[in-house]
């Protein structure tokens, strides 16, 4: 039995128990905007793609009354009307007149939840992780949401997840998260930005600011490609440019990369 339990790789909640960390929330249903069971799988595969989101932003945006000009910022009013079409189809939208919808379940508070169950779907569905999103800690010090954790290779993963552009963003929020990230020790971390705009502009500038002001001799943030972004190997900054699940995969294989040298 003991040898069992010894080979038995320890599960998500046991890895929190180590660092003193036991969950008291997670997972809220109170604005997260899915379909019934029957159509999740579909609904999954629409938010996959960002110009879905975008639409599903100015949905909520406008949730108590919007026609297709309100939530086509990012698509064409072609595109958009079979998004509300399919969004009518799958029971999340109803018509409340000619040319005009609204939300079925409301309030909802922003696309911030939805976004979350979203990632740790991906990290279950994709890459066959343990994960949990929108965590709650009940204990002193650092505050706050940790917006998904995931279990990978008996090793702890934590990933910020921003669903407001850029210029929404604040170095409070970068030094929250970096805070976090010290508290919680995770073995990698992802700071993701629901974007397609350009990191370099003003996120990578706000962690340079945020590390010279912790550390005597900060680390380099190093530009993997494009606009993903890598603080020694644990620390992670992606936008959702190419797609949500490549990006991840990116940092994924650059974490674990072999580093054996021959001496």
Same mark, same amino acid.
């Given at each position: 039995?003991r040898?069992?339990i010894?080979?038995t790789?320890?599960?998500?909640?046991?890895?929190?128990?180590?660092?003193g960390?036991t969950?008291?929330?997670s997972?809220p249903?109170?604005d997260?905007?899915i379909?019934?069971?029957t159509?999740i799988?579909g609904?999954?595969?629409k938010?996959?793609?960002?110009s879905f989101?975008?639409?599903?932003r100015?949905?909520?945006?406008h949730?108590?009354?919007?026609?297709?000009?309100?939530?086509?910022k990012?698509?064409?009013?072609?595109?958009t009307?079979?998004?509300?079409r399919?969004?009518?189809e799958i029971?999340?939208?109803?018509?409340?007149?000619k040319?005009?919808?609204?939300?079925?379940?409301?309030?909802?508070?922003?696309f911030?939840?939805?976004?979350?169950?979203?990632?740790?779907?991906?990290?279950k569905?994709?890459?066959g992780?343990?994960?949990?999103?929108?965590?709650?800690?009940?204990?002193?010090?650092v505050?706050?949401d940790?917006?998904?954790?995931?279990?990978?290779?008996?090793?702890?993963?934590y990933m910020?997840?921003?669903?407001s552009?850029?210029k929404?963003v604040?170095?409070?929020?970068?030094?929250?998260?970096?805070?976090?990230?010290?508290?919680?020790n995770?073995?990698?971390?992802? +700071?993701?930005?629901?974007t397609?705009?350009?990191?370099?502009?003003?996120m990578?500038p706000?962690?340079?600011?945020?590390?010279?002001?912790r550390?005597?001799?900060?680390?380099?943030?190093?530009?993997m490609?494009?606009?993903? +972004?890598?603080i020694?190997?644990k620390?992670f900054?992606?936008?959702a440019a190419r797609s949500?699940r490549?990006?991840i995969?990116?940092?994924?294989?650059?974490?674990?990369?072999?580093?054996?040298? +021959?001496?």
């Amino acid at each position: 039995m003991r040898r069992v339990i010894f080979e038995t790789p320890p599960n998500l909640e046991t890895l929190l128990r180590t660092r003193g960390l036991t969950i008291y929330k997670s997972e809220p249903l109170q604005d997260l905007v899915i379909p019934e069971t029957t159509h999740i799988n579909g609904f999954y595969k629409k938010l996959l793609h960002y110009s879905f989101r975008i639409f599903l932003r100015d949905v909520i945006k406008h949730q108590e009354k919007f026609s297709v000009k309100d939530v086509a910022k990012y698509a064409s009013p072609e595109v958009t009307e079979n998004y509300i079409r399919f969004m009518v189809e799958i029971g999340l939208v109803e018509p409340l007149g000619k040319e005009i919808f609204r939300l079925i379940r409301r309030p909802i508070r922003s696309f911030g939840v939805t976004l979350e169950w979203l990632l740790a779907e991906i990290f279950k569905g994709d890459f066959g992780l343990e994960a949990i999103w929108g965590v709650k800690f009940r204990r002193p010090g650092v505050g706050g949401d940790y917006d998904l954790l995931a279990k990978i290779n008996s090793s702890l993963l934590y990933m910020e997840i921003k669903s407001s552009p850029p210029k929404q963003v604040y170095v409070k929020e970068v030094a929250a998260y970096l805070d976090r990230v010290s508290d919680l020790n995770p073995k990698i971390s992802i +700071f993701f930005m629901d974007t397609e705009l350009r990191m370099k502009d003003k996120m990578v500038p706000m962690f340079e600011d945020e590390l010279l002001l912790r550390y005597p001799n900060p680390p380099k943030i190093r530009r993997m490609e494009k606009e993903l +972004f890598s603080i020694e190997n644990k620390i992670f900054i992606m936008n959702a440019a190419r797609s949500i699940r490549g990006n991840i995969e990116r940092i994924l294989i650059e974490y674990f990369k072999p580093s054996f040298q +021959f001496a």
